[in-house]
């Protein structure tokens, strides 16, 4: 197996393609929990309390 030049090159822009998009849809710091949850269900699905 041999990487040619172009895929090296096609490969690195992929890689800086996908920090890029990392740092402008940043991660939360914990997963939510049960109420957080069901919060987050009723707001996707339109319920109203």
């Known amino acids: 197996y041999e990487e040619t030049a172009e895929s090296i090159e096609k490969r690195e822009k ?9 740092l402008t849809m ?12 069901r919060d987050l269900m009723r707001f996707k699905h339109g319920e109203s309390e």
Request: hydrophobic share 30%.
């Open 14 to 22: 992929v890689a800086l393609a996908r920090k890029m998009n990392a």
């Open 26 to 37: 940043p991660h939360p710091d914990r997963r939510p929990d049960k109420k957080e949850r």
